[in-house]
DNA sequence: AATGAATGAGAGTTCATTCAT
DNA sequence: TATGAATGAACTCTCATTCAT
């Protein structure tokens, strides 16, 4: 593994640990097993570091979603979307605090925002892909015709997204009780909460 | 207005403007128009002006909330979970920038955690008062009985929660769109997926 | 008592607590239970509220000194050296922190050097008592003729001054021994080190 | 000479002159001709500097009493003794304000009472050594037999070392008059006080 | 005379970045 | 290319003193 390599890693591990604010060229040297020099001779600040070790999120995630396409009209929507969620689940609750982070300076989120987004490396993109593929499994008439995908696709991420939110934030850990968190999001999502209509 | 809750609010200003990372007492000092000694009269640290401006997040939410059990049996179901849905998602978008920065300092959450749960402060109890409203509304007979009350929750406020992170993060202004998206997914919610069972 | 009394036994005692270093005039007027306000209504400034604490020190000391003329011809000399011994032992270990806390500020000595002079205030009178002590009893013939008062009276405080700080830097109570210590000095200052002469 | 050893020789200088509580970290960088920053890579505190400056006092006397078990038997005890007292007047002149300061602040002598005491270094240990010599002399004959070791060799350096105190409180130099005030102590302690027996 | 909120200068300390080696 | 000592600007926090009440 290289030095570039090593000292994104060293940095991820230093952030996850004490946090951005919290974390120091020193530190990250340290870890890498390199001097702060060289994080200069590799990177052009610490704040590229940090839009590298960025980068490197969701990787697990992004994975499961390439993937997607291919299991269009095969097993059940809900079984792929599972797949989906629970992958969510665990890449937001690692990635919680490194995301998160971002907000403690809009200066630098104001900084490479275009570049995120021109390099399509927004929190977004899990959201459209998501989209994208239950548009298609509409199409194959395996699901409802008159809902909206992108809702869909939002809510199933964006409530794994929450609860990663929250379990960091009650130092909860991501216990086997991830596949049951996500079953209970898609069958109440499939099901639908509306009453019979008789009893409406 | 006292000189605590100007300090608060410039504090909030502050923060909202540059960011934790960013926010220095001499600047919170220059908004809230004191000294910054005058600050360490007021509050214990820094850290404490942040905690007390933590406290007055998602006031507009909790609001919302507490009247939510008198809407119970009133107009419908939908209607009354947009209207939480949409202040959801104006609190979420405006606090972000504040709730997200705490997992920039994970010391400062730890030094913290124990406080917020005891004082009922954390970012689930918005979850939990819908769900119980829900279960009422079960009760009622005015929501399908077999579904699960807090994945619905988890569903409308996750993602809300997550829209508020991605505008933010895309630096998009909340704006009249915010009724649709909440539309949008409570119609899908209360639809659900699933396809028609001839079609299954 | 009045306030004045108050807000220098208060300093005192914070002095004596926390050092001269860490005293505040918050917490000295916490301890007199007044006011900061009430501190500079009574005294120019902090620095002066000190010099009238290091005023009230050696007390005890100087009414025994005092007393010493009196004693002259009466009980033996080495009874009324251990009276004074055991008197400045007390003095010194109670009031070396702050004695000593002078040296931390030379320009603050400097400021006042003058003016302790001029009131006979500095830490040498009790040694020119002793020796005006010493040098009655050698006219009365119960001392050795050809010896230096001034150095008997310098072995004698000086030691019980270096045994105080001594004890102070090791955190050490005065108890019991005080006594001892004292005799022993002036068992072995009465008696000399010199060997006999014929063994010289 | 290292940067270290600037830093703390320029530390000492500044406290000699300003004194302990007006000494600042900007000066002490400023006399050793580096950044403030500097400070912070060699130690870890201006407390650490402080104690650095502080082990580094009465080397001179320290150096002399390490010599001292090899004077005995040589010269006179007396002589001996001068060239001990000479050494502990001028260094206990030359490091009173740092030693007293450290009464300025118990807290600090708290922290680093056990490390004094540890490695030996607290200011008993020049008592001891005299003592321990004294004793070697008795053995000798060299030295009357039946008197106190540590009550005389705490008669030489305390004498000493009041009058270093009152000397630099009196803001007078340490000249040529030291080498009297040795001798005369020495001189009546060899005498003794008492009177001759026929007329005690 | 008594108050205590407000002040602001200045303290110790941190840390991203540089550059001579 | 790799180093790490040196930097200095910027930070949080302290506290003697003032003054309107």
Redesign the pocket.
């Known amino acids: 593994m290289g ?1 570039r390599e090593r000292i994104v890693e060293a940095a991820e591990q230093v952030i996850q640990m004490k946090g951005l ?9 340290r870890v890498a ?17 940090f839009l590298h070790v960025l980068r490197g999120q969701l990787k697990n995630l992004m994975q499961v979603l390439t993937a997607l396409p291919e299991r269009k009209g095969t097993r059940t929507v809900q079984e792929n979307l599972e797949e989906v969620g629970i992958a969510a689940l665990e890449d937001f609750y690692h990635s919680m605090p490194l995301m998160a982070s971002i907000f403690s300076d809009p200066g630098l989120l104001l900084r490479h925002r275009k570049g995120f987004i021109s390099r399509n490396e927004g929190p977004h993109r899990a959201n459209e892909a998501v989209e994208a593929y239950l548009c298609e499994e509409q199409l194959l008439g395996r699901m409802k015709e008159n809902i909206d995908p992108k809702a869909a696709a939002d809510m199933l991420l964006g409530s794994c997204f929450q609860y990663a939110f929250q379990l960091r934030f009650m130092d909860g850990e991501l216990g086997e009780e991830r596949k049951r968190f996500v079953h209970n999001i898609l069958d109440t999502l499939f099901q639908g909460l509306a009453a019979k209509k008789d009893t409406l």
Do not use: H, M, P, Q
């Open positions: 030095l604010a919290r974390s120091t060229t020193k530190e990250i040297a097993e390199c001097s702060e020099g060289s994080l200069y001779n590799n990177f052009e600040s610490k704040e590229d570091v």
